[in-house]
């Protein structure tokens, strides 16, 4: 059981390249998310999906672009980077099933992307 | 007004000490979860409360849903407990799934 799995670790862009951020969790989640955390700073909710073909955009999708294809990834993709995309991307999965079925939330490592 | 406000922002204590971080919230919610980031580190998941009262060794959390309110709290606090620490709503309604963050609390515990 390897919970979420999230690749590359480090990453440095130039701008306009774009790249794909993987993320797979292998716990069978409904629920999954893409945050971006920038230096000294709270997460905020890039992208977000409650199950298999089912996407919604958070606080800040612009720039980004997700899919969910099967239960089990989840990845995001950077079009044409730009200096304000550096940051730390998380992807984080739940179950969640209503008020009385839902899990804790488990994250991914992270990805430390700059963009130059 | 953010829909997940944390108090205080910032916490130093004295190795020892008792610890509370609070957690107001303004939309329905089926979960709430309290996350740890260590300096530099990754997110771990330290509760997820739908109701009632939680205790993990040390860690005590709290929900009162009426009053849309969450605590943390710490007992004998220790200079390893020093983390970022963080409350996440799980939404319910037309947003249910949405997972929304609180801005975080620094706590610092000094020996």
């Known amino acids: 059981n390897a919970g979420v799995t999230q690749t590359p670790k480090f990453r440095i862009l130039k701008i306009g390249q774009s790249m794909t951020l993987q993320c797979t969790q292998d716990?069978?989640?409904?629920?999954m998310y893409w945050y971006r955390q920038d230096p000294g700073m709270g997460l905020k909710l890039i992208y977000y999906s409650v199950g298999a073909g089912i996407t919604d955009k958070g606080e800040v999708p612009n720039g980004y672009n997700v899919s969910r294809s099967t239960t089990e990834d989840f990845p995001l993709r950077l079009e044409l980077a730009a200096p304000s995309q550096t940051s730390v991307y998380f992807c984080a999965s739940i179950r969640g099933q209503g008020r009385s079925g839902n899990t804790e939330a488990f994250f991914g490592q992270g990805t430390r992307l700059t963009v130059v | 007004k953010n829909e997940v406000e944390q108090s205080p922002q910032n916490l130093t204590a004295q190795e020892g000490e008792f610890i509370t971080i609070n957690c107001s919230y303004s939309?329905?919610?089926?979960?709430l979860h309290w996350l740890q980031q260590h300096p530099g580190g990754g997110i771990v998941s330290l509760f997820m409360?739908?109701?009632g009262k939680k205790k993990h060794g040390r860690l005590i959390a709290t929900i009162n849903i009426q009053e849309k309110h969450s605590s943390l709290h710490i007992t004998a606090s220790h200079p390893r407990d020093s983390a970022v620490y963080i409350c996440?709503?799980?939404?319910?309604?037309?947003?249910?799934?949405?997972?929304?963050f609180g801005q975080g609390t620094i706590l610092t515990v000094h020996p």
């Open positions: 409360l739908s109701s």
């Open positions: 939309v329905g919610i089926s979960a």
């Open positions: 996440a709503v799980l939404r319910g309604g037309t947003s249910y799934g949405k997972l929304t």
């Open positions: 716990m069978n989640h409904n629920y």
